[in-house]
């Protein structure tokens, strides 16, 4: 019984492994995964001592319960090329199979998770769990390619100890148990991509096709070029910032102009003199800096003051491009 649930929270987590095998630029992908997933599981009847056919259903909770209750339902990896950390998630997996307080086993669930601060980003999924007593393994796999593994634990709900167990089971059964489970993707999964979760939680997502669509959350970014000492931007680099509601890349480049460029003698066109990029892992804000090239350092040193100009794109978790174009005095 408990296995059935764990199996299905860990199917949730699993969903998270990872993208490449497969993929087109259509498909949402995850690699490098690893979520950590607290929630409850129904069953359609109650779980008994002997094994018999039943439907069970897992909803994550954003936080876990009892000993778990300081602990995140969260993911961290790679999503859609864009590294994510500790971002929530909302796991859900519908199932059917052989079940029982002893032992458990199901194939083929259907699930889906949901990157509630990454777009509203979806991956689908299916999970097959072989649990034994309150402790369940699992396999995922994505809807097109990909596959990972984790297990999850009933054992920290209070009744799931052994002499309530024994009891309930022998009795009336278990319709519900709260878990904690762990996932690692082995490698990359990739699901089509309607790509976004639509309605609340407990709605099915969109059906496959198309990109973006209804249900998407609009991302959205503030980026800014940090007014600073020349001799410090020549040290470190030009110091950047940028704030955002989902995860997002930064690609910058640092360019003179042609007329700053001609008088400190880079030649007569605009030039580029640094790069860098910018990681925002998580919803929030983050720092970084746009490193001067050797060249450009030498050029700069005497300089008394020069404007740069720091342009590129910002890519985040839905694909979406934000192009950049800032100017900041160095002095």
């Given at each position: 019984m408990r296995p059935l649930l764990a199996a299905s929270v860990l199917a949730t987590t699993?969903?998270?492994?990872?993208?490449?095998?497969g993929a087109s630029?259509?498909?949402?992908?995850?690699?490098?995964?690893h979520c950590d997933v607290y929630g409850a599981a129904t069953f359609d009847k109650p779980l008994m001592s002997s094994p018999g056919a039943n439907t069970y259903h897992f909803l994550s909770n954003p936080k876990g319960s009892g000993p778990n209750s300081a602990k995140s339902t969260a993911c961290s990896g790679k999503l859609n090329g864009i590294t994510i950390k500790d971002v929530p998630v909302?796991?859900?997996?519908?199932?059917?199979?052989?079940l029982s307080c002893a032992s458990s086993n199901a194939q083929g669930a259907q699930g889906w998770l949901q990157f509630r601060d990454a777009g509203n980003t979806y991956l689908g999924f299916t999970l097959d769990i072989v649990g034994f007593g309150t402790e369940v393994a699992l396999m995922v796999h994505g809807q097109k390619s990909g596959s990972g593994h984790g297990e999850a634990t009933f054992r920290d709900d209070p009744n799931a100890s052994p002499?309530?167990?024994?009891?309930?089971?022998?009795?009336?059964?278990?319709?519900?148990l709260s878990f904690a489970a762990a996932f690692d993707g082995d490698s990359a999964l990739v699901s089509p991509a309607p790509a976004v979760f639509v309605g609340g939680p407990g709605t099915p997502p969109p059906p496959s096709g198309g990109g973006g669509g209804a249900g998407t959350t609009q991302t959205s970014y503030t980026f800014r070029a940090i007014a600073q000492k020349l001799k410090a931007a020549l040290k470190r680099g030009i110091g950047v910032s940028l704030r955002g509601n989902a995860p997002?890349?930064?690609?910058?480049?640092?360019?003179?102009?042609?007329?700053?460029?001609?008088r400190l003698g880079f030649g007569r066109k605009?030039?580029?003199?640094?790069?860098?990029?910018?990681?925002?892992?998580?919803?929030?804000?983050t720092t970084g800096f746009v490193k001067l090239t050797p060249?450009?350092?030498?050029?700069?040193?005497?300089?008394?003051s020069v404007k740069v100009r720091i342009v590129g794109t910002i890519v985040d978790v839905t694909r979406r491009s934000t192009p950049?174009?800032?100017?900041?005095?160095?002095?």
């Open positions: 699993a969903l998270l492994a990872g993208p490449i095998a630029a259509a498909d949402n992908t995850f690699e490098n995964a909302v796991a859900k997996v519908d199932g059917s199979g052989t002499p309530n167990a024994v009891a309930t089971c022998g009795d009336k059964g278990f319709r519900e997002a890349k930064a690609t910058l480049k640092a360019q003179l102009d042609k007329a700053t460029a001609k605009v030039v580029t003199v640094g790069r860098g990029t910018v990681q925002l892992t998580r919803a929030g804000s060249a450009a350092k030498r050029k700069l040193k005497s300089a008394r950049v174009d800032k100017t900041v005095l160095l002095r």
